[in-house]
């Protein structure tokens, strides 16, 4: 009706503006409806409280996902309409308990958007508890990534990648290729009950030492390993007791402050000769984001108040160590934090597992254009994946490089305290392309007076067994030999004794009359010269007595 008033009244003008309107209006709504749907989720829990030691958090991660979303819509939106969720549920806040709930909201991110989309992903950060989101993602092929952790759970997956710096997989192999190096068979944990919990890397480094080296695993039953749980100074000391018993190669899960402890009570015990090796595991000490405090790993204290006993700590090397970041992007992610979530970081320094959730959306974005030009559909994570190996991606924080098993290379290392100048020195730098442990110093010279390495066990094991199997040995091969002498001189007593007897007897040449043989009485002297004897004559009566 609206069209035929404006031509009856003349305003032809008016209406040619109407049919503009209404032409670019049905454009604007096809090009939207043709542009691939790509539905994004993350799994993540929401504290009641802005807490900056919680890296799970939405307040914490949300930054780096909210602002690499207006990026990825700026940059890609023409191509593709994406959309965001946060799977959480504000009544539950605690980490452990994703084990129970992510399973749940990946499957309902699933049914609810799999049929309206052209592409879903979950992309997220993963600590251990995100792990059971992995079946749902490999059995319905959906593509699962990682800004923080491995999300790692044993099994091909070939739907996942990682872009985390902090990586398990990468301390696991470095402590795999260590152990076999210095054939060290047995490893012992002493785990400290009421900090390990909140040891981001050192509580799911030890979850995995039970996965792998429980002997179950066969690739990895040469190793074993004995977990100690201990709380308290007494404690302690009776935990160290039992494992001088079963292993020389220590690792302390727990905080600086137990592991300090223990140590300390370790040289009280006489452990810190160089026979035994302890090890930490430490998120970083050369990245300052990390923690609030802005001390990372082993601070100056450690130096300051240390024992005898130098641990070694395994940590891996910051990619953004040296590296300038944009300043305009931590502004953006401090605006964010601060507006969004009213949350400050603390010294405003953006933390490293913010950058890797941006850069984990921007890589994503890179493959899934490309490999939309190239197919013309939106591929699914089984097919997506290839993609992201073996390459290097230029992002706004810098190059980032995915290796061959679809997980970002960072170098896992290991430092010790250097008496010369009494501060941490790199030691070992694991390869993880060659899959080797490069030593950068001489750690003969930074373990001491003892040999590195030091032996998996005492020379005549843990309970002397060696060595008194040998002496077992010795004395049964006595025992045989002086029983076979003894035999012997036995033997031939008998004999000479038996001989002496026969030829010493008064009597011995007295023949018994019982052994002679009585002759016939028709004997002849042929007869007689038959039995031995020679007569002339007849003497019938001699010969008769005779024979």
Not at 205 to 228: C, E, M, N, Q
């Amino acid at each position: 009706m609206l069209f035929f008033y404006l031509y009856n009244c003349g305003n032809r003008f008016a209406l040619a503006m109407w049919l503009v309107y209404f032409t670019d209006f049905f454009s604007f709504g096809a090009a939207l409806k043709e542009r691939p749907r790509i539905n994004l989720a993350t799994t993540i829990i929401f504290v009641p409280e802005a807490n900056t030691t919680n890296f799970d958090s939405q307040q914490m991660q949300g930054p780096g996902i909210d602002v690499a979303m207006e990026d990825l819509r700026r940059l890609y939106g023409h191509i593709f309409h994406f959309s965001h969720t946060y799977l959480v549920n504000k009544a539950r806040p605690q980490v452990p308990l994703l084990v129970d709930d992510v399973e749940n909201f990946v499957a309902r991110f699933y049914y609810e958007y799999s049929a309206v989309s052209d592409g879903l992903a979950l992309l997220s950060p993963c600590s251990r508890e995100h792990v059971p989101a992995l079946k749902f993602t490999r059995e319905f092929r959906m593509l699962h990534a990682c800004s923080s952790g491995s999300g790692d759970d044993g099994l091909p997956n070939p739907q996942h990648f990682s872009v985390s710096i902090y990586t398990v997989s990468a301390i696991m192999d470095f402590c795999l290729v260590l152990f076999r190096e210095n054939r060290w068979s047995a490893i012992a944990g002493m785990v400290h009950r009421d900090s390990i919990v909140i040891e981001r890397l050192g509580r799911v480094v030890r979850l995995t030492f039970l996965d792998w080296f429980a002997g179950s695993t066969p690739a990895h039953k040469d190793i074993h390993y004995y977990d100690h749980q201990y709380s308290g100074d007494l404690e302690a000391e009776k935990t160290l007791r039992t494992i001088t018993h079963v292993a020389r190669v220590v690792f302390l899960f727990g905080s600086e402050e137990s592991s300090q402890a223990a140590l300390k009570t370790a040289e009280k015990l006489g452990m810190a000769g160089g026979d035994y090796v302890f090890f930490m595991v430490t998120l970083s000490r050369q990245d300052e984001t990390i923690f609030p405090s802005g001390t990372v790993g082993p601070n100056t204290n450690w130096i300051s108040n240390r024992t005898r006993i130098r641990p070694i700590i395994i940590s891996l090397l910051s990619p953004y160590q040296g590296r300038p970041i944009n300043n305009l992007l931590q502004k953006r992610l401090l605006n964010a934090a601060q507006n969004t979530y009213q949350q400050a970081y603390p010294k405003n320094q953006v933390p490293t597992f913010v950058y890797t959730a941006y850069e984990m959306y921007h890589i994503f974005s890179q493959v899934l254009n490309a490999t939309y030009e190239k197919f013309g559909r939106v591929l699914d994570g089984f097919e997506m994946v290839p993609y992201f190996r073996n390459r290097t991606f230029s992002v706004p924080t810098g190059n980032v490089t995915i290796d061959s098993n679809g997980i970002r290379s960072v170098l896992a290392i290991g430092e010790i305290i250097d008496p010369e100048i009494n501060q941490y020195t790199s030691c070992l730098i694991f390869d993880p392309e060659v899959k080797k442990i490069v030593t950068v110093s001489s750690m003969q010279q930074l373990w001491g007076n003892s040999v590195w390495p030091p032996l998996n066990e005492p020379i005549c094991g843990f309970f002397s067994n060696h060595c008194l199997d040998g002496k077992n040995e010795l004395v049964l091969e006595g025992c045989l030999g002086g029983a076979a002498i003894i035999l012997l001189i036995s033997t031939c007593f008998l004999a000479v004794s038996r001989r002496f007897t026969y030829t010493h007897t008064p009597s011995w040449w007295v023949i018994e009359h019982s052994l002679l043989a009585r002759a016939p009485a028709t004997a002849s002297v042929g007869n007689i010269r038959d039995c031995g004897f020679a007569f002339s004559g007849s003497h019938s009566a001699f010969e008769e007595t005779l024979c």
